[in-house]
């Protein structure tokens, strides 16, 4: 029997497919200003880099469940940053970056074949890791809407790429559904930390959950709040027999973060600082881009939180908008890259260098 590549029932890698408009842009006299990936730009801070630097020599295998400093010291990062009650060190658990953990989710909690609800407008990978397991990918935003028979649900607030924050009682919606059809909920807080005009609470806050964690599990990120893209580090926590099964699983895969990531992501969750002083740099950036935005025609929709603007430009579909800010040296995320409901927007980052977002401002209204 011939082989079926795995790779031949996923759709096309979104960035290949403007690697055109990359081009285009990038032929600007001024250079290219990239604000189509949410990269981080900024330095890792320093104390995180000594961290990494003095676990470099060692030679033994790491511990999948993480080391227990580290475990504890996610714990206390969760309770102080997102008003999370202390949990349990067996309900915490280090991945390989939040993109690895979200890709293999439905894989890992043997769900194949499977109903996975995604949001309308969603992060490709969501339908990605649902498609690598062979399950039915459902697109919705409404609990009362979802497939009763849905195993998996992902969430995502704030929104990437739209910036949108579910509020308490949508949130409790989720839970109530997961209760009722005994569907896993996976809530990708990767920007909780970068709330604007709205407070983004985690679907493991109290106030959602009336302490009950049961089928619920956050995924965080270290890749934002610490600009560690490069390390690749993330967390998974929740229920704590959900967190027990994927340990098991990923001991067998040997899905393992590097034991100097480990030392590296202790100092970065045990530190507030750092944290709080990227925000206030972000929040420098959106402001500019926020000021020239409405001055070149754009509307921005949602945009709450997180690293985005979510833009519309007259009557423009997202691939005729990508092609406007070409001609003038910018590069951005097509909304279809997230999903129909899309088509008509772009994805704006705010992770371009201070220099690089003034010169997009000036560009936008020039």
Known sequence: MARTPLGSHLPDFPWDTIADVRERAASHEGGLIDLSVGGPVDPVAPSIQLALSEAAAAPGYPQTAGTPELRRTIVGALERRFGIPRLNEKSVLPVIGLKEAVAWLPTLLGLRGDTVVIP????????????????????????????????????????NPTGGVLS????????????????????????????????????????????????????????????????????????????????????????????????????ALGDDLHEKMQRSVYAQRRLTLLQALPEAGFTVDDSDAGLYLWCRREAMSSRETLDWLAERGILAAPGDFYGPAGAHHVRISLTATDERIAEAAARLVS
Request: proline share 6%; with cysteine.
């Open 168 to 267: 308490v009682e949508q949130m409790r919606e989720w839970v109530a559904f997961a209760r009722e059809t005994g569907a896993i909920i996976a809530s990708d807080e990767c920007y909780l930390y970068l709330g604007w005009s709205a407070e983004p609470v985690s679907i493991l806050h109290p106030s959602v959950t009336d302490g009950d964690n049961t089928g619920l599990l956050a995924l965080h990120s270290l890749s934002k709040t610490s600009n560690l893209a490069s390390y690749r580090a993330g967390t998974i926590s929740g229920d704590e027999a959900l967190v027990q099964e994927l340990l098991e699983v990923r001991k067998h895969a040997g899905l393992i973060v590097p034991g100097p990531i480990q030392a590296a992501m202790v100092a």
């Open 120 to 159: 309308e407008v969603a992060y490709p990978t969501y339908e990605v890791g649902a498609l690598m397991a062979d399950c039915t990918v459902v697109r919705c935003d409404n609990p009362s809407e979802a497939p009763r028979d849905a195993a998996l649900v992902f969430v995502n607030s704030p929104s």
